[in-house]
C-alpha cells in the first residue's frame, strides 16, 4: 500500500473515532455537570477538524513537480502540521480561559459537582485516545509523515487532557469540585506543549535543516565503501519537508577517466537513494586525488 493510501486510511479512521467520540464526552460532560470534560470534548472535536487538514495537506504534498515547483511539493505537508499546531495551541487557549472563568466562580462556591458518568466517559476517553496515539505514530513513522506525526502527538495531547479530568472529576466528586477547572487549565498546558512542538518539527523541514549525526555517519561510512572512493571530502544533507536531499563530494584516482569516474559516483548516487529511506535525491561530485608524488613537499 503506498503512502498516501495509509495516510488516508488511517486519516479516516481517526476521523470517525473522534467524532464518535467527541459527542459521547460532550453529552457526559452536560449530562454530568463536568466542565473539565466538556473541554476534553471540544478538544477531540478539534482532532476531526485537525485530521482534515492532515489529509489535505498529505494528499497535495504528494503532487508531481510541475514547471513552478520543480523540486516537488513536499513542503505542503510542513504547512499543513504547522497550522494543526495553530489549531492546537488555539484550542489550549480557550480551554485555559474557560477554566480562569469557572476557578473564579469556584472561589464564589457556585460550581456543580459532576455525576459518575463523567468519570466513566473519561476513563473511555483515556484508553481510546492512548490506542489512537500508537496506531497513528505507527504508520507516521512508517511513511515518514511529519502531519500524520503530528496528528498522532494530538491524540496523545487528547489521551492527557481526558487524565486531567478524570483528575478533575474525580476530585470534585470527593468534595473539591474546583480541581474539576483546575484540571482543565493544567490540560492547556500539555496541549501548547504539542503544538510547539509540531511548529518546531515543521519550521526545521521548512529551512534545510540538516539530517541528525547518526544519519550522517552513517552515509559517510557507506560512501567510504564504495569501490574507487579514496575519500569523502564533503557531505551536505538537507530536509525538504519528509524528504532528503544529499550533496556529496568524493575523491577518486586522478587518473580516471571520466567515463570511470562517473560510473563511481554514479554508484554512490544508487547507493545512498537505495541504502537510506526518503533520500529523494543526491548530488555527487568527484576531485581528482593526486597521485603521492605529485603533491608538493615541504
Same mark, same amino acid.
Not at 485530521?51 to 489535505?56: A, K
Not at 486531567?164 to 506543549?193: E, H, N, Q, R, T
Not at 525538504?240 to 536531499?245: A, L, M, S, T, V
Not at 580516471?256 to 561530485?285: G, P, Q, R, W, Y
Given at each position: 500500500?503506498?503512502?498516501?493510501?495509509?495516510?488516508?486510511?488511517?486519516?479516516?479512521?481517526?476521523?470517525?473515532?473522534?467524532?464518535?467520540?467527541?459527542?459521547?464526552?460532550?453529552?457526559?460532560?452536560?449530562?454530568? #455537570? $463536568? %466542565? /473539565?470534560?466538556?473541554? !476534553? @470534548?471540544? &478538544?477531540?472535536? =478539534?482532532?476531526?477538524? *485537525?485530521?482534515?487538514?492532515?489529509? +489535505?495537506?498529505?494528499?497535495?504534498?504528494?503532487?508531481?513537480?510541475?514547471?513552478?515547483?520543480?523540486?516537488?511539493?513536499?513542503?505542503?505537508?510542513?504547512?499543513?502540521?504547522?497550522?494543526?499546531?495553530?489549531?492546537?495551541?488555539?484550542?489550549?487557549?480557550?480551554?485555559?480561559?474557560?477554566?480562569?472563568?469557572?476557578?473564579?466562580?469556584?472561589?464564589?462556591?457556585?460550581?456543580?459537582?459532576?455525576?459518575?458518568?463523567?468519570?466513566?466517559?473519561?476513563?473511555?476517553?483515556?484508553?481510546?485516545?492512548?490506542?489512537?496515539?500508537?496506531?497513528?505514530?505507527?504508520?507516521?513513522?512508517?511513511? #515518514? $509523515? %511529519? /502531519?500524520?506525526?503530528? !496528528? @498522532?502527538? &494530538?491524540?496523545? =495531547?487528547?489521551?492527557? *487532557?481526558?487524565?486531567?479530568?478524570? +483528575?478533575?472529576?474525580?476530585?470534585?466528586?470527593?468534595?473539591?469540585?474546583?480541581?474539576?477547572?483546575?484540571?482543565?487549565?493544567?490540560?492547556?498546558?500539555?496541549?501548547?506543549?504539542?503544538?510547539?512542538?509540531?511548529?518546531?518539527?515543521?519550521?526545521?523541514?521548512?529551512?534545510?535543516?540538516?539530517?541528525?549525526?547518526?544519519?550522517?555517519?552513517?552515509?559517510?561510512?557507506?560512501?567510504?565503501?564504495?569501490?574507487?572512493?579514496?575519500?569523502?571530502?564533503?557531505?551536505?544533507?538537507?530536509?525538504?519537508?519528509?524528504?532528503?536531499?544529499?550533496?556529496?563530494?568524493?575523491?577518486?584516482d586522478g #587518473?580516471?577517466?571520466?567515463?570511470d569516474s562517473?560510473?563511481?559516483?554514479?554508484?554512490?548516487?544508487?547507493?545512498?537513494?537505495?541504502?537510506?529511506?526518503?533520500?529523494?535525491?543526491?548530488?555527487?561530485?568527484?576531485?581528482?586525488?593526486?597521485?603521492?608524488?605529485?603533491e608538493p613537499?615541504?
Amino acid at each position: 500500500m503506498q503512502a498516501k493510501q495509509i495516510a488516508m486510511k488511517v486519516s479516516l479512521v481517526s476521523i470517525i473515532i473522534n467524532f464518535i467520540l467527541s459527542a459521547f464526552k460532550l453529552a457526559a460532560g452536560l449530562i454530568a #455537570n $463536568s %466542565g /473539565a470534560l466538556v473541554s !476534553d @470534548a471540544v &478538544h477531540s472535536a =478539534s482532532d476531526v477538524f *485537525s485530521t482534515f487538514i492532515v489529509m +489535505i495537506g498529505i494528499k497535495l504534498a504528494d503532487k508531481k513537480p510541475d514547471k513552478n515547483h520543480e523540486y516537488g511539493h513536499e513542503r505542503i505537508e510542513c504547512v499543513a502540521a504547522i497550522l494543526l499546531a495553530f489549531v492546537l495551541a488555539a484550542t489550549g487557549i480557550g480551554i485555559a480561559a474557560d477554566a480562569i472563568t469557572k476557578i473564579q466562580t469556584g472561589i464564589n462556591g457556585d460550581l456543580a459537582i459532576p455525576g459518575v458518568l463523567a468519570l466513566v466517559a473519561a476513563g473511555t476517553s483515556i484508553i481510546v485516545k492512548e490506542v489512537m496515539f500508537r496506531y497513528t505514530k505507527h504508520y507516521a513513522k512508517k511513511i #515518514n $509523515s %511529519g /502531519a500524520m506525526m503530528a !496528528d @498522532a502527538w &494530538h491524540h496523545r =495531547s487528547d489521551a492527557l *487532557s481526558s487524565v486531567g479530568s478524570l +483528575i478533575g472529576v474525580g476530585g470534585a466528586m470527593l468534595g473539591l469540585p474546583i480541581l474539576d477547572p483546575i484540571a482543565s487549565g493544567i490540560i492547556c498546558l500539555f496541549i501548547l506543549k504539542a503544538a510547539f512542538d509540531i511548529t518546531k518539527d515543521a519550521v526545521n523541514k521548512m529551512v534545510d535543516t540538516a539530517c541528525d549525526d547518526k544519519t550522517e555517519e552513517a552515509m559517510k561510512e557507506k560512501i567510504l565503501q564504495v569501490d574507487g572512493v579514496i575519500a569523502l571530502d564533503d557531505l551536505k544533507t538537507r530536509l525538504f519537508g519528509n524528504k532528503i536531499y544529499i550533496d556529496v563530494e568524493i575523491a577518486c584516482d586522478g #587518473n580516471l577517466t571520466l567515463t570511470d569516474s562517473h560510473k563511481i559516483a554514479e554508484e554512490v548516487h544508487l547507493m545512498l537513494e537505495n541504502s537510506f529511506e526518503n533520500v529523494k535525491h543526491c548530488t555527487v561530485h568527484v576531485n581528482p586525488q593526486k597521485p603521492e608524488e605529485d603533491e608538493p613537499t615541504d
